[in-house]
């Protein structure tokens, strides 16, 4: 079929010229073989690396969510103690408030049994204008 001069080996009449590209294209097929190797390397580490960032970040996930957890107890516990004191100096200035109304109350009564002890009639409105 085909020439020997053509061809360095001879080929088989069932398989034709298909032998004759592989076998020909040999040396080609195994360079690329390797390269095929040193991509599937390559895409491995890429691979593994990027799956222990996957595992690191499901770590600082973790981290970061045990930290919330923390910083969300903390405000609770602020809030509560915050309404605490807040209800603290609620009474406190009801309480100063109440005093302070209760010293003032009491001059005023003082003053008032002071000038009935004293002997004059009309406390609230003085004597002089009344004469006028």
Known sequence: MFDSKD???DESPL????TFYYEDKSPKRLSNMEQVKTDLTTVTTIAR???FKVVERGEQLIDLETRSENL???ADLFNT???GVKRNMWWN???GIMIFSGIFLLIVVIVVF???LSGEKNILIPTDSITN
């Open 114 to 116: 002071s000038q009935a």
């Open 15 to 18: 398989l034709g010229s298909s």
């Open 72 to 74: 969300s107890a903390g």
């Open 49 to 51: 690396d990027n799956l």
């Open 81 to 83: 103690r915050a309404r």
């Open 7 to 9: 061809n360095e080996r």
């Open 93 to 95: 200035n009801k309480k």
